[in-house]
């Protein structure tokens, strides 16, 4: 997997999950708990996915760790779940817009 940076496309191994980097800590970044690959990489044909990391990436979605050093985002969903070293990632919530009234 190539070093983590900001605007990194990265592909899943087991699902058709892609995310783009948008804070990168030295991790190694899984989908289905197998390390995410290179958008120009092959997947590995053993690479078998962990079922208790299948629980779906949703496109749009921002996934971070608990103190938000890490931020990934969606950009096409999937079955597997983001995480990394052996943890998974839970969805960042929304900010409110103020109105315009």
Partial sequence: MP???????LKSAVCNGEAMVVKAVDVTLTCGGVPMLAVDEDAPADA???PEHMYECLIGKR???EDESLEV???KAGEGSF???????MGKETKRLPSSD
């Fill in 73 to 75: 985002l969606c950009v």
């Fill in 83 to 89: 995480g990394y070293d052996g943890q998974m990632l």
């Fill in 48 to 50: 078998a996915a962990d």
């Fill in 63 to 65: 996934y971070v760790n």
């Fill in 3 to 9: 070093d983590l940076k900001p605007g990194l496309r």
